[in-house]
């Protein structure tokens, strides 16, 4: 039995999924030596190992994710239900726990869309010992493991779920503190009660998935809120996460603070591709995003330490040549050794992050007096340069508006910021429940300036002034704001989980 049970298990632990499910179908197990307190049946244990091969490959394949033409059903309901049906008949095969329900319980609220919650309340018991037993336990042990393995799959759907829903229209603005919170409690929960010998590359891969998730998401989230340090140590964190687990199954170096501190080296070239890794090569453009939006939305604290002129595009000097179709930028070379973010070739597209050259090229074609990306402090103190080594007040009036980027003046004529702070506060409401593609409008007839805005976070926004007249519905205007604030809100990116695994319908 175990002859087989070990190769298995490292077939699956490296993602070889084929592989995996022929040593199931092409061998013969001899009959264990069992005690008769848990009569094991061989043919049912190899049925539920070869639905969780199966399961898998839909997971790392994120297929599941595009198999539902409703985004208001539970998390990939599907590979949900898989799981589900796997659970139960694992516990069939060991009588203490087979008749026992699984708790539902919702751990990451997701309003009506996801109206399914995780069976996370069910803890596997210790294992039923006896003297003299070993192979009972090993046995026993091994598929109770199995099923918190399982409930911890379950746990992350919901994650992916929950950015499947943030890059399916109408895209609002969303925050991530409920994620952030799941991911906090699945270590205790469920990984630090994986053991089994069999089961530890599996754990060390779905710990470095977790891992590498909590980091990019505290990363999000210290990026919306201009905590500088946090956001690059997070960065960095996420990436040594990704290289290592990619280590565990081909050895390469791996990047430590210490080795370099530019935020070039955190590209998704840096860390390197994983083709039958589809959650890795996700991540790693998640990663790739984050690192392009800090670059926008901590501006001056790069500026002053001089790590732009190594990742992005001089505003002052756009190369207009790369202009992509959506208007945005991309950035460096087109290889993973650029010296820069460099183009995401992960799932053979480009991924536009060059957000300084972008907004020049905007301005430079559209005749835009301003174009400034907004903090509201929002009683929290804040520093241009990131930080500050004396604590500080709040910023009161118009200073608790800051640029935190700003083309092509530097610092933005605080003239038009008594009426752009008052647009927004009359449109909060609007500006952070429109959709991607809205944008509100506003035209001063004193100042002779039309304004743009739209929200790309919670606590940030944009604006784009022109010093004449301009159409509500103007098209070039709106078409950028909308891309940008796609970008930056993580909808790209995050439809991509949508998108995977559907083919391009042939022209007629």
Same mark, same amino acid.
């Given at each position: 039995?175990?002859e ?5 298990f490292a ?5 070889s ?7 199931l179908?092409?061998r ?17 244990l190899?049925?539920?190992l ?12 994120r297929?599941?994710?595009s ?20 659970i ?14 699984t708790v539902?319980?919702?751990?990451l ?12 309340k069910?803890q ?16 026993e042990?091994?598929v ?11 746990e992350?759907l %919901? @994650?992916?779920?929950? =950015?499947?829903?943030?890059g +399916?229209?109408p895209?609002?603005? &969303? *925050?991530y ?24 590359q599996?754990k060390?891969?779905i ?12 990363a999000?989230?210290s990026?919306s ?5 946090? %956001? @690059?140590?997070?960065? =960095?964190s996420?990436s040594? +996460?990704?290289k290592?687990w990619? &280590? *565990? ?5 791996v990047?430590s603070?210490?080795s ?7 590209s998704?070239g ?8 589809g ?8 990663l790739?995003?984050?690192?392009a939006?800090?670059a ?15 990742v992005?595009s001089?505003?002052s000097?756009?190369?207009y ?10 950035i ?9 973010f ?7 597209r ?20 301003n174009?400034s990306?907004v903090f ?6 804040f520093?241009?340069l990131?930080?500050?080594?004396i604590?500080?007040?709040?910023p009161?009036g ?6 935190i980027f700003?083309f ?11 009426t752009l ?17 809205e944008c509100?409008?506003?035209?001063d007839t ?32 709106r078409?950028?704001?909308?891309s940008?604030?796609?970008a ?5 990116i995050?439809s991509?989980l949508?998108?995977?695994?559907k ?6």
């Amino acid at each position: 039995m175990k002859e087989i049970l070990t190769p298995f298990f490292a077939a699956l632990s490296s993602l070889s999924f084929a592989q995996a499910g022929q040593i199931l179908t092409s061998r013969t197990p001899s009959p264990p030596t069992l005690s008769i307190h848990i009569p094991l049946s061989i043919p049912k244990l190899f049925a539920c190992l070869n639905l969780l091969c199966v399961a898998e490959t839909s997971y790392h394949r994120r297929t599941h994710l595009s198999s539902s033409k409703s985004t208001s059903v539970a998390p990939s309901s599907t590979l949900f239900s898989s799981y589900t049906t796997l659970i139960n008949e694992l516990k069939q095969l060991i009588p203490s726990l087979d008749g026992k329900s699984t708790v539902v319980s919702t751990s990451l609220p997701l309003g009506r869309r996801s109206s399914m919650g995780l069976p996370h309340k069910y803890q596997a018991s210790p294992p039923n010992t006896h003297d003299d037993d070993e192979e009972t336990v090993y046995y026993e042990t091994l598929v109770q493991q199995l099923i918190l393995f399982v409930q911890l799959r379950m746990e992350l759907l %919901s @994650v992916y779920h929950f =950015f499947v829903l943030i890059g +399916t229209p109408p895209s609002k603005i &969303s *925050t991530y503190d409920k994620v952030l919170a799941a991911l906090d409690t699945l270590a205790k929960k469920f990984i630090e009660k994986i053991s089994h010998t069999l089961l530890q590359q599996m754990k060390v891969n779905i710990s470095s998935e977790v891992n590498a998730l909590h980091s990019l998401v505290s990363a999000q989230i210290s990026i919306s809120r201009q905590h500088f340090k946090d %956001s @690059v140590l997070l960065l =960095f964190s996420a990436s040594n +996460t990704l290289k290592q687990w990619k &280590s *565990t199954h081909t050895p390469s170096q791996v990047l430590s603070p210490s080795s370099s501190q530019s935020l070039s080296n955190l590209s998704s070239g840096s860390i390197g591709l994983w083709p039958e890794n589809g959650v890795y090569q996700f991540l790693g453009i998640f990663l790739s995003a984050l690192i392009a939006k800090s670059a926008l939305y901590f501006y001056y604290p790069l500026k002053e330490r001089n790590f732009l002129s190594a990742v992005v595009s001089p505003p002052s000097t756009p190369n207009y040549s790369q202009t992509s179709s959506s208007g945005l930028l991309n950035i460096g070379g087109s290889g993973s050794d650029s010296g820069s973010f460099g183009v995401f070739h992960s799932l053979g597209r480009n991924i536009e992050t060059d957000y300084i050259a972008a907004i020049a090229l905007f301005v430079h074609k559209s005749g835009a007096s301003n174009f400034s990306v907004v903090f509201e402090c929002k009683g929290s103190p804040f520093s241009k340069l990131g930080y500050s080594c004396i604590s500080s007040d709040p910023p009161t009036g118009i200073n608790s508006f800051p640029a935190i980027f700003s083309f092509p003046k530097e610092p933005p004529i605080l003239e038009h910021w008594p009426t752009l702070i008052s647009l927004v506060m009359q449109n909060d409401e609007e500006l952070s429940t429109q959709p991607v593609s809205e944008c509100v409008y506003f035209y001063d007839t004193k100042l002779d300036t039309s304004y743009f805005i739209n929200r790309s976070d919670p606590d940030v926004f944009m604006v784009a002034i022109f010093k004449e007249k301009k159409k509500s519905a103007d098209g070039q205007i709106r078409d950028f704001m909308s891309s940008i604030s796609r970008a930056l809100r993580n909808v790209d990116i995050f439809s991509l989980l949508k998108n995977k695994g559907k083919k391009k319908k042939k022209k007629k």
